[in-house]
């Protein structure tokens, strides 16, 4: 029976590896503190990072984090594609190298308000069924385009030379719900890492595997929040969950 506790409440900044799913990760803080856990956005199996979970009480709170901006770095190969648009896909085509004029002329058209098609392998549903789903069944589907905010896309460094660049690290900041695989998608080729490195105000430098993970007292991550996003729950909400927050010191996940 999954625990339904209302305590000890408190969010966890956790540092997920490449392999293991987002719920595998919130099951293992789950099994540690014996209460109801949530997160406030996943990611994929291949991609690591940063995951902000909530204990206890705090699950109410979810709407307050699910809408921040998100940070990422992620390194895409430009030669090929794949039917999920990173590592785990099967290839669907190989393609010559985008020169770097090209490349930087694709990148700037993706800045700014965009609309990219959702991923086929995503937890998105159609006609009541996970995309992801009919992927795996072979079913076409034509997936809907998702409005996005691009506010940062930038080289970090390049692979090959200036006529054919054969990859390229990139660092995105990007509106919540974009998915940075449709991104290298439209650069017509597919992630082969990503690490989400910033959820709004927190960083994966305040993070750590969820093993080691101690949960925040809400009331200090509360106050990190911009006012649009506390207005996300209601005050009474607020209130109810702070009366249970642990005081100060007492982050142990048991």
Known sequence: MIPRALTPVGVALVDKPAGPSSFAIVAALRRRTRARTGHAGTLDPFATGLLVLLSGAATRLVPCFVGLDKRYVTD???????????????????HPAPSRAELDAALARLRGEVELPIPAASAVKI?????????????????????????????IAYSGDSAAVSGVRLELH??????????AQALGGHCTTLRRVAVGP???????????????????VLARL??????????GVRAGVLALDAPVGNGSAA
Do not use: C, K, W
């Open 76 to 94: 895409v190969d430009l030669t090929s594609t794949t039917t999920t648009g990173d590592p785990e896909g099967e290839q669907v085509e190989q």
């Open 127 to 155: 006609g009541g069924e996970r995309a992801y789903r009919l992927a795996r069944r072979g079913v076409d589907v034509d997936m809907p385009l998702r409005r996005s905010s691009v506010h940062a896309l930038d080289v």
């Open 174 to 183: 990007v509106s919540s719900g974009t998915y940075v695989r449709s991104i």
């Open 202 to 220: 927190f960083s994966v430098d305040e993070a750590a595997p969820v093993e080691d993970a101690t949960l925040l007292p809400v009331g200090d």
């Open 226 to 235: 911009p006012a649009e996003a506390l207005d996300n729950v209601s005050e």
